[in-house]
């Protein structure tokens, strides 16, 4: 029988699928209302990252919620460790963001002045140009300067007196539990252990930490005791996104993982474990509470968890030797990156994008120094890099790969001893080098264009100084780069020449043997 001739009921399939996906209907808001609530450290941690108005409310609301609001042992322990990096990483921001809005002003600044140029424009149309670029770029400046002095937070205040912490002392005073003792520490590690072997959840994706690898089981537990001693149904607010905490569809958050949900039931024998991200809490507690949260605050909670999903760690181990090469390779892709931004050949759009490609690259170079790096007993080194700095990092160290497999078969000069299989690698490899180097030679070439038209045209206009100073340093140095490359490019070719010789005169030589062993034949 045909599929298409039998009978399809609908109804049945969508019961079976809901009864397999569907989770049961939770009211969130209500459980606001009702639940113990424990916050994460991630979530105290944005106290530090919040505009002081956002921050008093999310102290507000903390406050209200104090009677039913518990934080684990572990959870105040993080935080106290981590709020320091919270500030830097918050006054670091303020510090970047202008000087990268320069660099930015300056290249478009380059940009229209080569168009300029080369377009023949008076000094009125080249000024139509230019002046609301410069003026864009200086409002938007202002405003983030603005933005800055507003943050009422400096390293040396938190060091002294941090208003914070005072104030989630005072709220939170007899709210924290105790820690472990250390009999009990010694077994939970193992029991942590013992569940991130089985991949179960939570914690498991954070067992190769050198550091706190056990924290998010220790939090767990900690929890678990409360809420069986209150018999409390739990509601956990954390902006943690990893698999190991949170069930997810088509990307998005949709609670608890189902094993924590039964573990939970099965501690404490019945009751509710949810789990809601920071942004919701605080809209749940609007609705529900009648809480004085601003759209500017529920806005920065959202913005601040698409950064922590952009942020979650990446842990990877690299050789040292790729760890000494990885700098350069970062440069080397900063230089491609900004040659196609010039190429006129290209889309303002495909312009644009290698720019902001070209800027994300630079700033991970100097980000590169100061990431948490652990030397390996088979010495590698082992990184801990944002999700956005891994994608960058693989497709540079994918590009370097090349280099190198087309490098490993570079030699002055080809052994004739070589067997034919390996005499066509070495081709297939200095193919692949010829094709790699000659590439780059042209994304350089160009770039080499584009400065030595911005030098052109800041003599031309009597444009001293330090952009001019500039600018000729970097043309002396892609000058030099270019120079290197068709060096490079020589020896490949001289190398491909001898290969192709050698094999050439292998296949001769056999046919002749062929040949000999033919004529013995007949």
């Not at 606001?32 to 507000?60: C, G, K, Q």
């Not at 409390?232 to 189902?258: H, M, Q, Y």
């Not at 303002?348 to 991970?364: C, M, N, P, T, W």
Request: aromatic content about 6%; charged content about 30%; some cysteine.
């Amino acid at each position: 029988m045909s599929v298409l001739s039998e009978r399809f009921d609908m109804s049945t399939f969508l019961s079976g699928f809901e009864g397999r996906w569907r989770r049961p209907a939770v009211d969130y808001k209500a459980a606001v209302r009702s639940h113990m609530i424990t916050l994460d450290t991630n979530v105290l941690l944005e106290l530090y990252r919040f505009t002081p108005a956002a921050r008093d409310e999310l102290l507000n609301v903390i406050e209200q919620l104090r009677e039913r609001i518990w934080i684990p042992n572990q959870v105040a322990s993080e935080f106290y460790a981590r709020r320091m990096d919270a500030v830097k990483e918050r006054l670091k921001l303020h510090e970047a963001i202008p000087k990268s809005l320069e660099d930015l002003k300056r290249k478009a600044i380059q940009e229209l002045q080569v168009f300029a140029r080369r377009c023949s424009l008076t000094d009125e149309d080249k000024e139509k140009l230019l002046s609301p670029i410069e003026a864009s770029f200086a409002s938007a400046i202002g405003e983030v300067q603005r933005q800055s002095k507003a943050f009422d937070l400096t390293l040396e205040s938190v060091v002294s007196d941090d208003p914070i912490l005072s104030s989630l002392a005072r709220i939170l005073d007899e709210r924290v539990g105790q820690p472990f003792n250390p009999e009990e520490t010694e077994d939970l590690i193992k029991e942590a252990d013992r569940r991130y072997a089985a991949q179960i959840p939570p914690g498991y994706k954070d067992a190769g930490k050198e550091e706190n690898s056990h924290g998010d089981f220790f939090i767990w537990e900690q929890m678990l005791r409360e809420a069986l001693k209150r018999e409390a149904s739990l509601l956990f607010v954390t902006n943690d996104t990893k698999e190991d905490w949170v069930a997810k569809e088509s990307g998005l958050v949709i609670g608890a993982r189902p094993e924590l949900i039964a573990e939970f039931k099965d501690r404490r024998n019945g009751g509710d474990f949810l789990v809601v991200q920071l942004s919701s809490f605080l809209r749940f507690a609007k609705e529900e509470l009648g809480a004085a949260i601003s759209p500017s605050t529920l806005e920065q909670a959202k913005n601040l968890q698409d950064n922590q999903k952009l942020n979650d760690a990446v842990e990877v181990a690299f050789e040292q030797e790729m760890m000494r090469i990885i700098p350069d390779a970062l440069r080397a892709e900063v230089r491609r990156l900004e040659s196609l931004t010039g190429d006129t050949k290209r889309s303002f759009r495909a312009r644009r994008e290698a720019g902001r490609s070209a800027a994300r690259v630079a700033d991970l170079i100097e980000r590169l120094a100061i990431f948490p790096k652990t030397l390996l007993p088979g010495g590698e080194v082992r990184l801990a890099l944002t999700a956005e700095d891994y994608q960058i990092l693989s497709d540079v160290i994918q590009r370097q790969s090349l280099y190198r497999e087309a490098r490993s078969t570079e030699s002055p000069a080809v052994k004739t001893s070589l067997p034919y299989r390996d005499l066509v690698q070495v081709l297939e490899g200095q193919e692949r080098m010829r094709m790699v180097l000659a590439t780059e030679y042209e994304d350089v070439r160009r770039h080499v264009h584009v400065i030595r038209a911005e030098v052109d045209s800041l003599r031309m206009a009597e444009e001293g100084g330090m952009r001019l100073a500039e600018a000729e340093h970097a043309l002396r140095s892609a000058e030099q780069t270019q120079h290197e490359l068709l060096v490079r490019i020589a020896d490949v070719d001289a190398v491909t020449s001898q290969t192709r010789r050698l094999i050439e005169e292998r296949i001769n030589s056999e046919s002749n043997a062929i040949q000999m062993r033919i004529s013995d034949i007949d």
